[in-house]
């Protein structure tokens, strides 16, 4: 059994930061690459940000300069750090990895959402 669980969401004006995190526990063997995704109403989910367990990193176009993904391997943490929001960023964060368990299976994993709301 292997959970992802969110923190850090909120609200916040324009302007503002806010910083998530993402903590994977339980029967874990080995942890891929850990990723940020969102999905705002009415939207298709979409990627935000990724890093690979060797640092790695990868981010959506509309986020580049102002996101920044990090990761503690020893904790089995990720991290967004998000800067100058906009209204747009407004969205439902989901963290994902695909995790390998102790007994060899390699799923995919999603965290239950956190919400980040933007005003203007």
């Not at 969110?6 to 990723?35: D, F, K, T, W, Y």
């Not at 999905?39 to 940000?49: D, N």
């Not at 300069?65 to 503690?72: M, P």
């Not at 990895?97 to 005003?119: E, F």
Request: hydrophobic content about 30%; charged content about 20%.
């Amino acid at each position: 059994q292997v959970q992802l669980e969110e923190s850090g969401g909120g609200s916040v004006q324009a302007g503002g930061s806010l910083r998530l995190s993402c903590a994977a526990s339980g029967s874990i063997h080995i942890i891929n690459a850990m990723a940020w995704y969102r999905q705002a109403p009415g939207k298709q989910r979409e990627l935000v940000a990724v890093v690979t367990p060797d640092g790695r990193i990868d981010y959506g176009e509309s986020v580049k300069g102002r996101f920044t993904i990090s990761r503690d391997n020893a904790k089995n943490t990720v991290f967004l750090e998000m800067n100058s929001l906009k209204p747009v960023d407004t969205a439902v964060y989901y963290c994902h990895s695909k995790i390998q368990t102790k007994s060899g299976r390699l799923s995919d994993y999603w965290g239950q959402g956190t919400q980040v709301t933007v005003s203007s």
